[in-house]
């Protein structure tokens, strides 16, 4: 196999997944599906209380990758500080194409939907659904930035609204 395509991650390492965000490789374990030996990477994800298991010869084409590094984490933030770009296409097929970013897993590409769907106190309520895409971005981006820097939730959140109302 070629070693460029396979991913290599150690027990304790974080990771993240695209659809569920920062999870942590607590084992790699060789299973036995349908007669052949598989090995996998055993990944919980503590704010979902869920495990996942990725066949370590899948990972990357699963989307499975490292925190950002630190280059991607400054262009992130950068994006929150930038314009809101809204498109005037209708609502549903805005919505999925958030939802399509937040799923992507990459850390730009949420922090776009995070600032096109921030509202500042002066500006009009967010419907449900809006909320609830904004709410998820925040999550997921405040999740990667707290593994990185090694800090909490909370204060990632924090750290992330600084950088919206310097936008605003």
């Known amino acids: 196999m070629d070693v460029k395509t396979e ?10 997944y695209p659809a569920h965000g920062v999870g942590k490789v607590v084992g790699v374990e060789t299973q036995d599906v349908a007669g052949m030996s598989l090995e996998v990477y055993v990944i919980t994800f503590d704010h979902e209380k869920m495990t996942l298991r990725v066949p370590t010869k899948k990972a990357r084409a699963a989307g499975l990758r490292g925190l950002a590094e630190g280059n991607v984490v400054v262009q992130a933030l950068t994006t929150l500080k930038g314009r809101a770009r809204i498109k005037r296409t209708m609502w549903s097929r805005r919505a999925q194409e958030y939802e399509a970013k937040i799923n992507s897993g990459d850390l730009v590409s949420i922090a776009e939907v995070v600032r096109d769907l921030h509202r500042s106190e002066s500006q009009p309520e967010q419907s449900y659904s809006e909320r609830q895409l904004y709410e998820s971005a925040l999550d997921r981006m405040a ?19 600084k950088s919206l109302r310097k936008a605003a």
């Open 7 to 16: 991913l290599q991650f150690r027990v304790g390492d974080s990771v993240v």
């Open 143 to 161: 999740r990667e930035v707290a593994a990185i820097e090694r800090i909490d939730r909370d204060a990632a959140i924090d750290l992330l609204q």
